[in-house]
């Protein structure tokens, strides 16, 4: 039986596979993010590849779904969304990948 602390951990597993590889799901970038320089937009999408700083004011449910980087003196934040597989409704189950589609999507903070 899967208990809530079990499912909890293998979302945030799933989530940083995702958020560390662009990997085992959808990455988006919004138009500010697609407007920026190629090297800009380089060095955002390292830094949130290796983001690590989740505590309980960005990380309050531990499934590392969300995240600010800076770069350039720029706010950007980063978020995890889990849909069915149409991309048409949330996930019933977001620990079970095979019914999963998670999205991470990559935006200029003043595009929240």
């Known amino acids: 039986m899967q208990t809530r602390e079990n499912d909890t951990k293998i979302i945030a597993a799933l989530n940083d596979r995702l958020r560390q590889t662009f990997t085992g799901g959808k990455v988006m970038a919004t138009c500010g993010v697609n ?39 720029q706010d950007f934040f980063w978020k995890i969304d889990y849909y069915d597989h149409t991309l048409n409704f949330g996930s019933e189950n977001p620990a079970n990948p095979s ?3 998670r999205v991470l999507t990559i935006m200029l903070a003043s595009e929240y």
């Open 35 to 73: 407007e920026l320089s190629d090297d800009t937009r380089a060095r955002l999408f390292t830094a949130i590849q290796s983001f690590d700083n989740f505590g309980p004011g960005n990380d309050p449910y531990g499934e590392h779904d969300f995240g600010k980087v800076v770069i350039g003196g």
């Open 99 to 101: 019914i999963t589609t």
